[in-house]
């Protein structure tokens, strides 16, 4: 409606659509008021505790931890980041900076582990940094799994097995147990990562994302090194309330809106904040989601701002989630997968002259 339509409205209906804009506002404000009245009484009724014993039990179950995070671990990987190893390789190279990975896997993954061995997990170096992939498990859930995973250790030694739960719903114990194990046997190395055992990881270009924050902290003069969401990051979501696999409970988390965080398919700190923020879950209620609760909440907590959670520059493609590959419906996804890795490999080769034997 403009101008001049306006001035072809009669008088009377002037005073009708004032008259009835007035009344309007009179409803709201009065929905308002008693919609205000309500959530008052709701307050006063349920959500304040009535009494002074009641006030404290509940500011303790806030304070004190209920799970113990002291993790026993009945397989634990060789040391190689130590530099024990007495190889030639080794000794040559000159390595600048160490990276533990540490990717979560299922006991039963067995499939999943075999095809990171033979393609990004095998590589010890890349360029002037030295790695190690190691996968975490819980406990298996049946004797013939346990079996086959005791022969898998055997050959590789490339995996932490906490004591505890090895579901989904415990993925933020299984995470912690590798924080523990990181913090306790590598202090003197410089990177941690976590990780998903589905994920392809262009190594070359994750090592580029590091010496470019490496730039960045030092330019910024920030305290600490950032926490790279090698993946990504997530900003402005939700927890989900609905009964389904992501759901969280009030009780676990009350807030409407989760703090930014990294999503668990590959992130990376550096072990000082690794080390201070296993200090920090210490004393704290896990929440089920494990990236959001570790490069989120205790983050949050922790003190390290939004700024410091950073993502790799535009063109970089670092890890690739390969169940994402499954929407290329006209290939077989194995096959798919494979010559991925193949690009990966030849980029690889280039710079890396020290591997794994596969
Ligand atoms: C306070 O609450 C506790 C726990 O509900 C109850 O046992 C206690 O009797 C209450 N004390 C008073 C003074 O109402
Ligand atoms: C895991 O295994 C250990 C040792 O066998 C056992 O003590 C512990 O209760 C188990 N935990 C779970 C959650 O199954
Ligand atoms: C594992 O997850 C289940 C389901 O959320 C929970 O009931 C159980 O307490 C968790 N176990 C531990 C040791 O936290
Ligand atoms: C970790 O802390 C030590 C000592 O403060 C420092 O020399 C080192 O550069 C830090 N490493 C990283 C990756 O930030
Ligand atoms: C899928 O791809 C792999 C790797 O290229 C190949 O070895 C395999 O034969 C393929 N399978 C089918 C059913 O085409």
Wanted: hydrophobic share 35%.
């Amino acid at each position: 409606m403009n101008a001049a339509s306006i001035s072809y409205v009669p008088r009377s209906r002037h005073v009708f659509l004032l008259a009835t804009t007035v009344i309007l506002h009179f409803c709201v404000a009065g929905i308002w008021i008693q919609g205000e009245y309500q959530i008052q009484q709701q307050w006063t009724t349920t959500n304040r505790p009535s009494n002074n014993s009641e006030v404290s039990k509940e500011r303790l179950n806030d304070v004190l931890p209920t799970t113990s995070h002291k993790f026993i671990y009945p397989k634990e990987p060789d040391t190689v980041l130590s530099g024990s190893e007495n190889d030639a390789c080794i000794a040559r190279q000159d390595v600048l900076w160490k990276m533990a990975i540490f990717i979560k896997s299922s006991a039963k993954n067995f499939k999943r582990r075999e095809f990171l061995r033979r393609s990004w997990a095998s590589y010890r170096f890349v360029q002037d940094g030295m790695i190690q992939t190691i996968f975490v498990v819980g406990n298996a859930t049946d004797p013939t799994t346990d079996q086959l995973l005791n022969d898998e250790f055997m050959r590789y030694k490339d995996i932490l097995q906490y004591s505890g739960p090895d579901d989904y719903r415990n993925i933020s114990l299984k995470t912690l147990a590798g924080m523990q194990w990181c913090s306790q046997n590598y202090k003197d190395v410089d990177f941690y990562t976590s990780g998903d055992d589905d994920f392809l990881i262009d190594l070359v270009a994750m090592r580029n994302t590091l010496v470019e924050f490496r730039e960045t902290t030092i330019k910024n003069r920030w305290p600490e090194y950032p926490i790279i969401c090698m993946y990504e990051k997530r900003q402005n979501t939700r927890p989900h309330r609905h009964k389904d696999k992501w759901h969280v409970p009030i009780e676990e988390y009350k807030w409407p809106m989760w703090p930014d965080f990294c999503l668990g398919g590959f992130y990376t700190m550096s072990v000082n904040v690794t080390i201070q923020l296993w200090d920090l879950a210490q004393v704290q209620k896990p929440v089920r989601m494990d990236d959001v609760w570790i490069t989120g909440i205790l983050r949050q907590q922790f003190g390290l701002p939004n700024v410091m959670l950073v993502v790799p520059g535009k063109k970089r493609t670092v890890a690739k989630h390969t169940v994402g590959f499954k929407n290329d419906k006209s290939k077989n996804l194995s096959g798919v997968v494979q010559k991925d890795w193949e690009k990966l490999k030849q980029n690889l080769q280039k710079i890396t002259t020290c591997t794994v034997p596969q």
